[in-house]
Nanobody, 126 residues
Framework: VQLVESGGGLVQAGASLRLSCAASGRTFNNYAMGWFRQAPGKEREFVAAISWYGASIYYADSVKGRFTISRDNAKSTVYLQMNSLKPEDTAVYYC????????????????????WGQGTQVTVSS
């Protein structure tokens, strides 16, 4: 599976952005998808994840109520709608895919995901 993120940019605090991740190469709806981010000098961290058909969705506490993950299997695309952005959301955002389902034991760990995009930069100014 090849993953290509888009939609990042420079915005002011309080603004919104929608990230997209387009997948190709294999049957998209066989993969659970996640978003991770990495800020300068920090480890990559989990942001959100969604199961094959969206029945299971998980969020990091830091983004709950502000970010929404969704997917369109017909378009082989997963989205991350980010509202009320804060300077601490500044990071490179990565899309990731894993075959199989999601559970409490795997959704938040980057080692659980097999495929990764190249990342898209999100910068939030104060």
């Amino acid at each position: 599976v090849q993953l290509v993120e888009s939609g990042g940019g420079l915005v002011q605090a309080g603004a919104s952005l929608r990230l997209s991740c387009a997948a190709s190469g294999r049957t998209f709806n066989n993969y659970a998808m996640g978003w991770f981010r990495q800020a300068p000098g920090k480890e990559r961290e989990f942001v959100a994840a969604i199961s094959w058909y969206g029945a299971s969705i998980y969020y990091a506490d830091s983004v709950k109520g502000r970010f929404t993950i969704s997917r369109d299997n017909a378009k082989s695309t997963v989205y991350l709608q980010m509202n009320s952005l804060k300077p601490e959301d500044t990071a490179v955002y990565y899309c990731a895919g894993r075959p199989g389902g999601l559970s409490n034991s795997n959704y938040g760990y980057d080692r659980s995901y097999t495929y990764w995009g190249q990342g898209t930069q999100v910068t939030v100014s104060s």
